[in-house]
């Protein structure tokens, strides 16, 4: 039986997901049996033209990315977004904060007229994505879930409740109750509260719920004397490029 072929993209990002996937272990090998990898230019030197699945990590940033996207769209049957700077646009859009000029000139000096650069996105709001894996970087037994689902053909639906949920399951003593701020309340869970269990915060990585508690949320800060403005700026970290959107994003998941 021939078996789907799968390419690798990436766009502006760290790499730190694709990496997420080389280091997967025996795992991936599970994973190899399934599927031919036929560009991943993390690991490989092959290239080709002729793919089923593209899995695209990174953000857009520039105008020759969203022609790249594009036709990386028109030849992929099944498009997975992979990682926060694709489905969100994670720590890229924190660009949009800024002046592009300024931005520009800041990182190239002289030479910026020569790098055209646009407002970072995230790949849904350039093309349409079928589905999503959401992190910063990815949770490997999340991303192995997507691609069952993308290859049996079924939807996947990334979570939208709280981290809190899953950071509860796990008996975590909650970072409030020791004055630190952690975006846990508003961010979508499937990762098994990765950061909090290891003894971090929740950065938000994943993005915000579609209803985020807001009210229980001010209670908490409230009720532990911390101003919502150290929230909000933990909030830019990721969740900016896809802040005025939100809706869009959502519509597109429903489908
Ligand atoms: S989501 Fe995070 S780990 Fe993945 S490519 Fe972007 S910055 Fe790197
Ligand atoms: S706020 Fe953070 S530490 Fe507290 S329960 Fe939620 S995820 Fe866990
Ligand atoms: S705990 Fe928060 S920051 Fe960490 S992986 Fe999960 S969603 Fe991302």
Redesign the pocket.
Known sequence: MTKPRVAFFDFACCEGCQLQVANMGETLLDVLQAIDVVEFREVMSEKSDDYDVAIVEGSITTPHAVERIKEIRRKASVLIAYGSCATIGGVNGMKNNFNLDDIRGSVYGEQARYFETIPTRAIHQVVLVDYFVNGCPVYIPEFVKVLKSALSGIPYRVPDH???VE??LNE?????DKGIT????VTKAGCN?WC?NNGN??YGCRGMVTNPAVDGQKDILEKHKIPLAWVENKMNMYNKACEPDREARLNVEKR
Do not use: D, R, W
Request: glycine share 6%; proline share 6%.
């Open positions: 709280a981290v809190c950071c509860k975590n003593e909650c970072m409030y952690c975006l846990g309340p509260s909090v915060i929740c």
